[in-house]
């Protein structure tokens, strides 16, 4: 082999600058607190509750959108208190989320619930703010959250919309199946390729057939089929990909597949940054050296 064309690993690109860390609390069977009860703290009532948290809400006044989630809420319990919040209130508290107008009120919440340790959104308040709530795609436990840092709220919305619109609703009972069989496919013996290769076939499985209710059939399908490799599936394979005239968008589903699967990539020049963006965080990126 000339030694002079040795492929040459390139530095994995650093993580450009971002404007809010994109996070998902776990909040079933945690309080949390909203001060406040208008039309906008319901619907963060409403979001907090499906997902599991214990909503005390307080505010002397009470708007019908409020009244009609604490009434039925999606998940956990929504509690009303109708009284000024006190600082107490904030004790023990997951997080803590403000309805306030003016500024003073706001300021005040937020520092009362920073001085308790309690994480603090003031709605359509950035300033005050140390986290905030996105646009949300739901396909739990798929769930994709779009922020804009409050800049563009409507191309938030946009964005979602058409996340709605590419994502088949039947997402969301593939990814609570592969929640469920997490532990077994631990447990099965495979080696850690084999049980690699068996979420690769349940993907490939779930974006062909997001429709197929997924069931234990499946499960036990996917399992022989990676045990039908054998030692095998240790081995390494080489798929080759067309990058085609540049423009990621032109690349097929299962060149997107291959390149998010790869552990070593080999590309030429004439393969854009924005191609390799497909691949893996982790994958090892090597560029061909043309013959000098």
């Not at 399908?221 to 490799?229: I, T």
Request: aromatic letters at 6%; charged letters at 25%.
């Amino acid at each position: 082999m000339d030694a002079s064309r040795k492929p040459l690993e390139i530095a994995r690109p650093q993580l450009g600058a971002l404007s809010r860390l994109p996070v998902f609390f776990g909040l079933a069977g945690k309080r949390t607190l909203i001060a406040g009860g208008t039309a906008g703290a319901a619907w963060k009532a409403e979001l907090l509750s499906a997902a599991g948290a214990q909503v005390d809400v307080v505010g002397a006044e009470l708007s019908e959108e409020m009244a009609s989630i604490a009434a039925s809420p999606p998940g956990g319990s929504i509690t009303i208190h109708r009284r000024p919040w006190t600082a107490s209130d904030l004790d023990g508290a997951a997080m803590a989320v403000g309805a306030f107008e003016d500024d003073a009120a706001a300021g005040n919440f937020a520092r009362v619930a920073r001085a308790a340790g309690v994480p603090v959104n003031i709605i359509d308040k950035p300033a005050y703010c140390d986290f905030s709530f996105g646009a949300i795609v739901n396909r739990s436990p798929l769930v994709i959250g779009i922020s804009t840092d409050g800049a563009a709220p409507v191309f938030a919305q946009a964005i979602r919309a058409k996340l709605e619109s590419l994502l088949p609703k039947g997402f969301a009972a593939w990814a609570s199946a592969a929640a469920r069989w997490r532990d077994a496919v631990k447990a099965s013996g495979l080696p850690f390729a084999g049980r690699r290769k068996f979420w690769q076939l349940l993907t490939a499985h779930a974006v062909k057939h997001p429709e197929d209710a997924p069931g234990t059939a499946d499960f036990d399908r996917l399992l022989a089929e990676v045990n039908g490799f054998g030692p095998a599936v240790e081995n390494g394979s080489v798929t080759l990909v067309g990058a085609g005239p540049g423009d990621p968008e032109l690349l097929t589903l299962r060149a997107v597949r291959a390149l998010q699967s790869a552990d070593i990539i080999l590309f030429d020049d004439l393969v854009s940054r924005d191609v390799l963006d497909f691949a893996r965080r982790e994958a090892r990126k090597m560029r061909r050296q043309d013959r000098p």
